[in-house]
């Protein structure tokens, strides 16, 4: 089961703040309903719901997933243009040093 296999272990903070909530809620859903010994609270969640609940949360994984990638997309970009700034900063920093003979 994705939920317990991927995504069970994730803490709300681990995420960016405009995921967290979503999140929360998601899991909230997972931990609704008591299980049977031979199960999890998740499995037992998910036992319980209508198809419509189902389809909703699924909706919301995938959200969250492409929000998450998003995320981690630009973070990706600014820390490259960041790093290209530094680059040249420092190599302009080195320009400027006299070199001594």
Known sequence: MAWLEHLD????????????????????????????????????????????????????IILLYSRLVLHESVSKQLSAKEGAKSVTKSRELADSVPMVN
């Open 9 to 60: 272990m994730i803490s709300p903070c681990e995420l960016p703040g405009n995921l967290r909530q979503d999140f929360i809620e998601l899991r909230k859903a997972m931990y609704t309903r008591n299980p049977l010994p031979s199960e999890t609270a998740p499995q037992a969640s998910i036992r319980k719901m209508s198809s419509n609940e189902a389809a909703v949360h699924a909706h919301t």
